[in-house]
């Protein structure tokens, strides 16, 4: 059983990878396969942990938790979508989730995003503490305290709209956007490398537990 | 002449009981050692209501054993709970040594309880005495979040009179973004070649506010589809987004007057499973060779796949994400690529509506207030810890207090 898992794997991971050529029917089968057992197995999950593990569970148990009919509530409204003469109620349960959405991540959004973005970037350029000599910081900590006041407030300066980028706000919106642009190159070596990483993966497994030849 | 040997009746017992006190003693030895020399316990254990939470934790705080001073004495503490007038303490957590803190988040609104800490040794415990009882209560105000609200009715504030203003007919400025001008050209590319529009919102869900901005501009793209009359093709990987995704199409051929070109086919939900869904848009993009590919929403791992399948049929993208560890990939697979906030500001840019474009204004009052924070605080912390001055000291400390969020 375990053998025949194996070249399912295989050629399955074939399959996917056979795209790189071009689009093929057996990438077709692939792609059809992983959809398919996917969307199923979503399915299943959703159903056994929402509405039996929360919402039957919840609301069956010796101290009910009634909250948990609003939520089913809002999804049968939803499904309301179904009867086309009062298809609109289901716009209710939609904006109910766009507006409590939105309130309710504004104020994790502002702290995480932009209260403690700023608050970090409150560095002292020349001295590491108070009562400490003068150019008491090491080199790396000044260019580097410099780098991250200066990249925050040329990076803001690119995103203020209100004002078109020319002259000395236009020089700064440019420092800004090369700042960005600097940390997305190191970003994107970054990830390549953790992505390589994968591919070694797959490689190892056809390699070696398909094919043994790597020990 | 006879010989006798003195009798010396006591020595044998004497003896006796030397070696057994040897023996008792080497024994007790070894138990000591054994067990671990006995530590002082902690002191002054003091138990408090956690402020600003709902009631449901509570501070303990005790002076360290005097043993705990960095050998091998004290191996950590354990908390024990009680409640008021009860003598059933149980356990509720360990701290490590040197730690003179526990917050426990297991207790009852209302409830007294009182705490007591044991010190850990190799062979044993050594208990403090009995704190004070304390009664976590639910606080309604969080005071430690005062700057937060400041900075947020600033902000409102500076929305609403910009709204209003707006509303009055009094025009206000917002600087061209390329990625959103773009959409014009990648549109009517798509009518020249009669070809389709893919349009991908991302594979987070309707909580997510970047799949709310990409439905936004969906909305737009949707109306010059509509007027264009030319086929949007939408693969969703979550069902609610299906559902407001058709929702605004719907709403947007409506707006151009053809609701009978309106098909629910036009958004199809695939899966939830992430490269499952990933695996389908590939096959989409070479099968139907969409003219342009608009990926706006919240992108993971899938960015480049994505990104470069579009790139290998030749198809225009434009991308927005405020994902950082994507953006990268966006802007180096992509025609155009809106980078976070620019993401957000587009359905504003394209609207042009009073209410929209007020909130936009309002954000950017934000954005100046923290550039001004940080120039003051920069410097203030820099000339007070290089010249002092008491004026940038307190300088420096109070624009670090109304930026920092103490929770």
Same mark, same amino acid.
């Given at each position: 059983?375990?053998?025949?898992?194996?070249w399912?794997?295989?050629?399955?991971?074939?399959?996917?990878?056979?795209?790189?050529?071009?689009?093929? #029917?057996?990438?077709?089968?692939?792609?059809s396969?992983?959809?398919?057992?996917?969307?199923?197995?979503?399915?299943? /999950?959703?159903?056994?942990?929402n509405?039996?593990?929360?919402?039957w569970a919840?609301?069956?148990?010796e101290?009910?938790n009634?909250?948990?009919?609003?939520?089913?509530?809002?999804?049968?409204?939803?499904?309301?979508?179904?009867?086309?003469?009062?298809?609109?109620?289901?716009?209710? #349960?939609?904006?109910?989730?766009?507006?409590?959405?939105?309130?309710?991540?504004?104020?994790?959004?502002?702290?995480?995003?932009?209260?403690?973005?700023?608050?970090?970037?409150?560095? #002292?350029?020349?001295? #590491?503490?108070?009562g400490?000599p003068l150019?008491?910081?090491s080199?790396?900590?000044?260019?580097?305290?410099?780098?991250?006041?200066?990249?925050?407030?040329?990076?803001?300066?690119?995103?203020?709209?209100?004002?078109?980028?020319?002259?000395?706000?236009?020089?700064?919106?440019?420092?800004?956007?090369? /700042?960005?642009?600097? /940390?997305?190159?190191?970003?994107?070596?970054?990830?390549?490398?953790?992505?390589?990483?994968?591919?070694?993966?797959?490689?190892?497994?056809?390699?070696?537990?398909?094919?043994?030849?790597?020990? | 002449? &006879?010989v006798? !040997?003195?009798? *010396?009746?006591?020595?044998?017992?004497?003896?006796? +009981?030397?070696v057994?006190?040897?023996?008792?003693?080497?024994?007790?030895?070894?138990?000591?050692?054994?067990?671990?020399?006995?530590?002082?316990?902690?002191? $002054?254990?003091?138990?408090?209501?956690? $402020?600003?939470?709902?009631?449901?934790?509570?501070?303990?705080?005790w002076?360290?054993?005097?043993?705990?001073?960095?050998?091998?004495?004290?191996?950590?503490y354990?908390?024990?709970?009680?409640?008021?007038?009860?003598e059933?303490? @149980?356990?509720?957590?360990?701290?490590l040594?040197?730690?003179?803190?526990?917050?426990?988040?297991d207790?009852?609104?209302?409830?007294?309880?009182?705490?007591? +800490?044991?010190?850990?040794?190799?062979?044993?415990?050594s208990?403090?005495d009995?704190?004070?009882?304390?009664?976590?209560?639910?606080?309604?105000?969080?005071?430690?979040?005062?700057?937060l609200?400041?900075?947020g009715?600033?902000?409102?504030?500076?929305?609403?009179?910009?709204?209003?203003?707006? *509303?009055?007919?009094? *025009?206000?400025?917002?600087?061209?973004?390329?990625?959103?001008?773009a959409?014009?050209?990648?549109?009517?590319?798509?009518?020249?070649?009669?070809?389709?529009?893919?349009?991908?919102?991302?594979?987070?869900?309707?909580?997510d506010?970047?799949?709310?901005?990409?439905? &936004?501009i969906l909305?737009?793209?949707?109306?010059?589809?509509?007027?264009?009359?030319?086929?949007?093709?939408?693969?969703?990987?979550?069902?609610?987004?299906?559902?407001?995704?058709?929702?605004?199409?719907?709403e947007?051929?409506?707006?151009?007057? !053809?609701?009978?070109?309106? $098909?629910?086919?036009? @958004? !199809?939900y695939?899966?939830d499973?992430?490269?499952?869904? +990933?695996?389908?848009?590939?096959?989409?993009?070479? !099968?139907? *060779?969409?003219?342009?590919?608009?990926?706006?929403?919240?992108?993971?791992?899938?960015?480049?796949?994505l990104a470069? &399948?579009? $790139?290998?049929?030749?198809?225009?993208?434009?991308?927005?994400?405020?994902?950082?560890?994507?953006?990268?990939?966006?802007?180096?697979?992509?025609?155009?690529?809106?980078?976070?906030?620019?993401?957000?500001?587009?359905?504003?840019?394209l609207?042009?509506?009073?209410?929209?474009?007020?909130?936009?204004?309002?954000?950017?009052?934000?954005?100046?207030?923290?550039?001004?924070?940080?120039?003051?605080?920069?410097?203030?912390? &820099?000339?007070?810890?290089?010249?002092?001055?008491?004026?940038?000291?307190?300088?420096?400390e109070?624009?670090n207090?109304?930026?920092?969020?103490?929770?």
């Open positions: 059983m375990e053998i025949f898992g194996t399912v794997a295989a050629f399955l991971t074939l399959g996917i990878i056979s795209f790189l050529y071009r689009d093929n #029917p057996w990438y077709k089968v692939c792609e396969i992983f959809v398919g057992i996917s969307a199923g197995y979503w399915f299943v /999950t959703l159903f056994f942990d509405i039996l593990g929360l919402f919840g609301i069956t148990r101290d009910p009634y909250m948990l009919l609003v939520g089913a509530v809002l999804g049968v409204m939803m499904l309301l979508r179904l009867v086309p003469s009062i298809g609109w109620i289901s716009r209710w #349960p939609l904006s109910f989730v766009v507006g409590a959405t939105a309130g309710f991540y504004l104020i994790n959004y502002f702290s995480s995003n932009v209260m403690l973005q700023v608050s970090s970037t409150l560095l #002292p350029l020349l001295s #590491p503490g108070f400490q150019f008491s910081s080199l790396y900590d000044v260019v580097g305290n410099i780098i991250v006041a200066a990249g925050t407030f040329t990076g803001l300066v690119y995103f203020f709209f209100s004002k078109e980028h020319k002259g000395a706000f236009g020089h700064a919106a440019k420092i800004g956007i090369w /700042t960005i642009m600097i /940390t997305f190159g190191a970003s994107f070596g970054y990830t390549v490398m953790s992505r390589m990483s994968l591919l070694i993966g797959r490689m190892e497994f056809i390699f070696g537990n398909w094919l043994g030849m790597i020990r | 002449m &006879t006798t !040997r003195k009798s *010396k009746p006591f020595l044998t017992p004497i003896i006796l +009981v030397l057994f006190l040897v023996f008792l003693s080497a024994s007790l030895f070894a138990q000591e050692t054994a067990s671990g020399i006995s530590v002082a316990p902690p002191a $002054n254990v003091v138990a408090s209501d956690f $402020n600003y939470d709902r009631g449901e934790q509570a501070e303990v705080r002076k360290l054993s005097s043993d705990d001073n960095g050998s091998a004495g004290v191996i950590g354990e908390i024990f709970r009680a409640g008021v007038g009860s059933d303490f @149980v356990s509720v957590g360990l701290a040594p040197g730690e003179s803190y526990f917050l426990d988040k207790v009852q609104k209302g409830v007294g309880y009182v705490y007591k +800490v044991a010190a850990l040794y190799s062979g044993g415990q208990f403090s009995v704190s004070n009882a304390v009664i976590p209560e639910l606080e309604m105000i969080n005071w430690n979040l005062l700057n609200f400041i900075i009715l600033l902000i409102a504030a500076s929305v609403i009179y910009f709204i209003s203003h707006a *509303k009055k007919g009094r *025009k206000l400025f917002i600087r061209k973004i390329a990625g959103l001008e959409i014009d050209e990648a549109i009517g590319r798509a009518t020249e070649m009669g070809r389709p529009i893919l349009f991908i919102p991302g594979i987070n869900d309707m909580d506010v970047q799949t709310i901005a990409g439905i &936004t909305g737009r793209v949707a109306r010059m589809v509509a007027d264009y009359d030319i086929k949007i093709n939408m693969p969703v990987s979550r069902s609610i987004v299906m559902t407001t995704a058709r929702e605004t199409i719907k947007a051929y409506a707006g151009a007057g !053809r609701p009978d070109a309106y $098909n629910d086919d036009m @958004v !199809r695939v899966t499973e992430q490269f499952g869904y +990933v695996a389908a848009v590939d096959g989409i993009m070479v !099968r139907e *060779k969409p003219a342009t590919c608009f990926y706006l929403g919240a992108f993971f791992a899938e960015s480049l796949i470069e &399948t579009g $790139n290998s049929i030749g198809a225009i993208q434009i991308a927005g994400t405020a994902q950082p560890a994507q953006l990268p990939f966006f802007v180096a697979a992509c025609d155009y690529t809106l980078i976070g906030e620019e993401l957000f500001a587009a359905s504003a840019y609207s042009n509506e009073p209410k929209q474009l007020g909130s936009l204004k309002g954000q950017d009052i934000g954005k100046s207030l923290a550039m001004i924070i940080i120039i003051i605080g920069v410097i203030s912390a &820099t000339i007070s810890r290089a010249w002092g001055g008491s004026f940038f000291i307190w300088l420096s109070f624009v207090k109304i930026s920092t969020i103490q929770n």
